[in-house]
Nanobody
Framework: QVQLVESGGGLVLAGESLRLSCTAS????????MAWFRQAPGKEREFVAF???????VKYADSVKGRFTISRDNTTNTYLQMKRLTFEDTAVYYC?????????WGQGTQVTVSA
């Protein structure tokens, strides 16, 4: 089993930045991949960013490309640096870890951007 805890969410003004963190515990492997998703009120959960085993394997949703950066510093911590936030980025952000084909989700952290 893998447990994930997100942190770093909050209320910011449009144009500001936030850095989200996701800390994993339990049976983690260096081969695990990580991703961030978000879910805005009344909308389905959507993909935001993905990172593979190393920091050079990344993928972003078009809506965040150039503004968000996903990174990881070891098998435990994954980050989402978010810049030039807009009202449309308001959502609950979830990290997801994929280990041996199994997805694990955190509880989410709220990001609210005031226009």
């Amino acid at each position: 089993q893998v447990q994930l805890v997100e942190s770093g969410g909050g209320l910011v003004l449009a144009g500001e930045s936030l850095r989200l963190s996701c800390t994993a515990s339990g049976r983690t492997l260096s081969s695990d991949t990580m991703a961030w998703f978000r879910q805005a009120p009344g909308k389905e959960r959507e993909f935001v960013a993905f990172i593979g085993r190393t920091n050079d394997i990344v993928k972003y949703a078009d809506s965040v490309k150039g503004r968000f950066t996903i990174s990881r510093d070891n098998t435990t911590n994954t980050y989402l640096q978010m810049k030039r936030l807009t009202f449309e980025d308001t959502a609950v952000y979830y990290c997801r870890r994929t280990s041996l084909g199994v997805h694990y989700w955190g509880q989410g952290t709220q990001v609210t951007v005031s226009a």
